[in-house]
């Protein structure tokens, strides 16, 4: 009889967040079972405002008053407008532009 090899370890994901600062932004660092990471820092509000891929590709976000997301910018826009940018109603219905994506 063969003995069998052990069955292999699930996939692992870990997750990391880092409160040791004093100031803001905190941030979070999620790494994936491949070992990519996912960084997000978050502003006072504990709203997101930047994040970055596992690509290394970063994404910002702003918010309005009452924390919807106003818009998100990638950081390959060289321009001074955002990717994206989202706009709300007196009903709280949202809209989307995107002058890149016509």
């Given at each position: 009889m063969r003995s069998q090899p052990p069955p292999a370890s699930p996939p692992t994901w870990q997750l990391g967040v880092d409160q040791s600062s004093t100031t803001w932004p905190e941030q979070s660092v999620v790494t994936d079972p491949l070992?990519?990471?996912v960084t997000t820092k978050f502003d006072k509000?504990?709203?997101?405002r930047q994040t970055t891929d596992g690509h290394g590709?970063?994404?910002s976000t702003n918010y309005t008053s009452n924390t919807n997301v106003a818009d998100f910018t990638l950081a390959t826009n060289t321009g001074t407008t955002p990717n994206t940018t989202l706009s709300y109603d007196t009903d709280n219905n949202m809209s989307v532009s995107c002058p890149d994506h016509v």
């Amino acid at each position: 009889m063969r003995s069998q090899p052990p069955p292999a370890s699930p996939p692992t994901w870990q997750l990391g967040v880092d409160q040791s600062s004093t100031t803001w932004p905190e941030q979070s660092v999620v790494t994936d079972p491949l070992n990519h990471t996912v960084t997000t820092k978050f502003d006072k509000d504990s709203l997101p405002r930047q994040t970055t891929d596992g690509h290394g590709v970063k994404t910002s976000t702003n918010y309005t008053s009452n924390t919807n997301v106003a818009d998100f910018t990638l950081a390959t826009n060289t321009g001074t407008t955002p990717n994206t940018t989202l706009s709300y109603d007196t009903d709280n219905n949202m809209s989307v532009s995107c002058p890149d994506h016509v």
